[in-house]
């Protein structure tokens, strides 16, 4: 669909743009775009970099291990007054 356009269209695109948001509002908006565009790539780097580091842990076998104080039953409980009687 891109692949279509041609020097003319991005001519006509530039002026429609100018004119909506005018001569001196580009430079500002050129400047959010691109701080957005460098804030967005280095989060997909912390993203990409996180998941090597998990997968090397999990290779080399040093998994997080789950607490085994959490992973224990709770004892069962009984209801009052149907405690058995000594």
Same mark, same amino acid.
């Given at each position: ?10 001519? &006509?695109?530039? @002026?429609? &743009?100018?004119?909506?948001?005018? $001569? @001196? ?20 780097? @912390? ?9 090397? $842990? ?7 291990? $789950? ?7 709770? !004892? !069962?409980?009984? $209801? !009052?007054?149907?405690?058995?009687? !000594?």
């Amino acid at each position: 669909m891109l692949g279509n356009l041609t020097g003319w269209h991005l001519l &006509i695109l530039l @002026a429609v &743009i100018l004119l909506l948001f005018g $001569a @001196a509002k580009l430079p500002a908006l050129a400047k959010s775009v691109g701080q957005s565009a460098r804030v967005f790539r280095g989060e997909m780097k @912390a993203m990409k970099d996180d998941d090597v580091a998990d997968g090397r $842990a999990t290779q080399e076998g040093t998994a997080p291990v $789950a607490d085994p104080s959490l992973s224990q039953p709770a !004892p !069962p409980r009984t $209801a !009052p007054g149907s405690e058995p009687k !000594p």
